[in-house]
């Protein structure tokens, strides 16, 4: 079966990526849904809505300094990599992730579409204008912004907010052209991300998923490999780079 896709990347030209929390599972960073998953802990409604913020600020920092704090201790996994890698075999491509975290970028990758924002970035919770990365957040005295006093609060997507619309926007294009789409590591249930796939697929793509549990993608997929994307992703560079060597 993966020789089969390699044959068909081999031919195609134009390439999407979607990914999830489950590419960076392999570097230590908790996932959102399942059984270990951050919101087996703590509650989505609590802690990732414009609601809680205004409510209690100081604990949606306290979470959002904790994750900063651990996904500055990991690095990227060998799936990360294999991505940096893949682009080369289209003439074009296009990362697109749902993750904070960038280790994407860590890993090399230069062009990333973040749909839910960067985990190291804070902006204005009332007028969006952005600060400087990497600045602490202090929970028991939160700065607020020079424009407009509004509090700072973390540069992500909340549920119920909008994802920054050039962004969207590029990814959907990038869905509609790809040849080949994957979708890795994610469940596939937050929208409108997990819409992309299926609008690749319906403008033809050959749709490839890698998770080791099914999700509701998996029965539409082309090619779906029930495997960890830190193991399968090098298998699948390995067979291209032998490919492009004969
Ligand atoms: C491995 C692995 C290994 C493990 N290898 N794999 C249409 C229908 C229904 C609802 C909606 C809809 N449109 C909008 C909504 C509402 C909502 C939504 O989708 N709700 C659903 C949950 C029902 N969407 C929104 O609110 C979005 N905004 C929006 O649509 O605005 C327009 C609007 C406004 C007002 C009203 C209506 C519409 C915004 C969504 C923002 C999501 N934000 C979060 C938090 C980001 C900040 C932060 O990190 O703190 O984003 S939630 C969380 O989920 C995070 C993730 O990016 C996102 C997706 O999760 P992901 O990546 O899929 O992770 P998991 O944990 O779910 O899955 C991991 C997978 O990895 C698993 O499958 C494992 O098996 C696998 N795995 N190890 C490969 N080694
Ligand atoms: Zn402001």
Same mark, same amino acid.
């Given at each position: 079966m993966l020789e089969k896709l390699a044959e068909i990347i081999t031919n195609c030209s134009n390439g999407a990526v979607l990914t999830g929390a489950g590419i960076s599972a392999e570097s230590g960073v908790p996932t959102? &849904?399942?059984? +270990?998953?951050?919101w087996g802990k703590f509650r989505p409604e609590q802690l990732a809505t414009m609601e809680a913020f205004i409510a209690s600020p100081e604990i949606v920092w306290e979470w959002y300094n904790w994750r900063r704090q651990l996904i500055g201790e990991v690095q990227p996994n060998p799936g990360h990599y294999a991505l940096c890698e893949l682009e080369?075999?289209?003439?074009s491509f296009a990362l697109i992730t749902q993750?904070?975290?960038n280790l994407h970028r860590l890993a090399g990758?230069? &062009?990333?579409? +973040?749909?839910?924002?960067?985990?190291y970035r804070n902006k204005c919770s009332q007028c969006s204008t952005i600060l400087d990365e990497g600045v602490d957040i202090d929970p028991a005295a939160i700065p607020v912004c020079e424009k407009c006093g509004g509090k700072i609060r973390p540069d992500v997507v909340w549920f119920g907010e909008m994802l920054p619309e050039d962004v969207i926007n590029e990814a959907f294009a990038r869905a509609e052209q790809a040849e080949v789409f994957f979708s890795i590591?994610?469940?596939?249930?937050?929208?409108p991300a997990a819409s992309l796939p299926l609008v690749a697929k319906r403008a033809g793509a050959t749709l490839v998923e890698i998770n080791p549990e099914e999700t509701p993608l998996s029965h539409l997929a082309d090619f779906y490999f029930p495997a960890k994307s830190g193991e399968m992703l090098p298998e699948l560079l390995t067979l291209l780079e032998q490919r492009a060597s004969h």
């Amino acid at each position: 079966m993966l020789e089969k896709l390699a044959e068909i990347i081999t031919n195609c030209s134009n390439g999407a990526v979607l990914t999830g929390a489950g590419i960076s599972a392999e570097s230590g960073v908790p996932t959102f &849904r399942g059984k +270990e998953g951050l919101w087996g802990k703590f509650r989505p409604e609590q802690l990732a809505t414009m609601e809680a913020f205004i409510a209690s600020p100081e604990i949606v920092w306290e979470w959002y300094n904790w994750r900063r704090q651990l996904i500055g201790e990991v690095q990227p996994n060998p799936g990360h990599y294999a991505l940096c890698e893949l682009e080369r075999f289209f003439d074009s491509f296009a990362l697109i992730t749902q993750n904070v975290d960038n280790l994407h970028r860590l890993a090399g990758s230069t &062009r990333v579409l +973040e749909l839910h924002g960067n985990i190291y970035r804070n902006k204005c919770s009332q007028c969006s204008t952005i600060l400087d990365e990497g600045v602490d957040i202090d929970p028991a005295a939160i700065p607020v912004c020079e424009k407009c006093g509004g509090k700072i609060r973390p540069d992500v997507v909340w549920f119920g907010e909008m994802l920054p619309e050039d962004v969207i926007n590029e990814a959907f294009a990038r869905a509609e052209q790809a040849e080949v789409f994957f979708s890795i590591g994610t469940s596939a249930m937050v929208h409108p991300a997990a819409s992309l796939p299926l609008v690749a697929k319906r403008a033809g793509a050959t749709l490839v998923e890698i998770n080791p549990e099914e999700t509701p993608l998996s029965h539409l997929a082309d090619f779906y490999f029930p495997a960890k994307s830190g193991e399968m992703l090098p298998e699948l560079l390995t067979l291209l780079e032998q490919r492009a060597s004969h």
